[in-house]
T-cell receptor, first 113, second 114 residues
Framework: EAAVTQSPRSKVAVTGGKVTLSCHQTNNHDYMYWYRQDTGHGLRLIHYSYVADSTEKGDIPDGYKASRPSQENFSLILELASLSQTAVYFC????????????FGPGTRLTVL | AQSVTQPDARVTVSEGASLQLRCKYSYFGTPYLFWYVQYPRQGLQLLLKYYPGDPVVQGVNGFEAEFSKSNSSFHLRKASVHWSDWAVYFCAVRYGSSGNKLIFGIGTLLSVKP
């Protein structure tokens, strides 16, 4: 069954530390996305990618980097984690077609202390 | 600028009652609209989608939504709510000339009373 998986499912990090969130998809999709979810804000797009070895900035990229080493894998990197980055992070994938549907992973709950 | 507004942060309905969750969008051009559902501790799942055409679209589990260009709305409806519908519902609109990017509303928490 096609799926988007994320690891870890939850993480506690210290302020100033480096955090890497990983996403893997078996949908054979070209597009992948990283969102963060905060109460009162819904989901906001951080970075996305439409091909391996290339990433694009979304609406709130500051403080985040992204890496797409292969079609299946997409990572979100917090070089210097801050308290304000405590949130739930979702990865999603979609095909390069006109359906525009996105398929979401289960999320990673990140707490920065 | 494009945006999505869900004016109700929380809606409570009795099991078996009808439901409407409101969504207003702002988008220049022809919108592609979506409703997603998020069950507790899970990712988002697509309920239904609107592409230009029939304004009433059917989704899974008895949900439907109606697109109105004049009102800039895409409200979600269900005739009879079940306790398992307890979840957060997100409205979204595609934006941008390239890529499949979505803008989401803040979500509406649906609570179901027995």
């Amino acid at each position: 069954e096609a799926a988007v998986t994320q690891s870890p499912r939850s993480k506690v990090a210290v302020t100033g530390g480096k955090v890497t969130l990983s996403c893997h998809q078996t949908n054979n999709h070209d597009y992948m996305y990283w969102y963060r979810q905060d109460t009162g804000h819904g989901l906001r797009l951080i970075h996305y990618s439409y091909v391996a070895d290339s990433t694009e900035k979304g609406d709130i990229p500051d403080g985040y980097k992204a890496s797409r080493p292969s079609q299946e894998n997409f990572s979100l990197i917090l070089e210097l984690a801050s308290l304000s980055q405590t949130a739930v992070y979702f990865c999603a994938s979609s095909e390069e077609d006109r359906t525009y549907e996105q398929y979401f992973g289960p999320g990673t709950r990140l707490t920065v202390l | 600028a494009q945006s999505v507004t869900q004016p109700d942060a929380r809606v409570t309905v009795s099991e078996g009652a009808s439901l409407q969750l409101r969504c207003k969008y702002s988008y220049f051009g022809t919108p592609y609209l979506f409703w997603y559902v998020q069950y507790p501790r899970q990712g988002l799942q697509l309920l239904l989608k609107y592409y230009p055409g029939d304004p009433v679209v059917q989704g899974v589990n008895g949900f439907e939504a109606e697109f109105s260009k004049s009102n800039s709305s895409f409200h979600l409806r269900k005739a009879s709510v079940h306790w398992s519908d307890w979840a957060v519902y997100f409205c979204a609109v595609r934006y941008g000339s390239s890529g499949n990017k979505l803008i989401f509303g803040i979500g509406t928490l649906l609570s179901v009373k027995p």
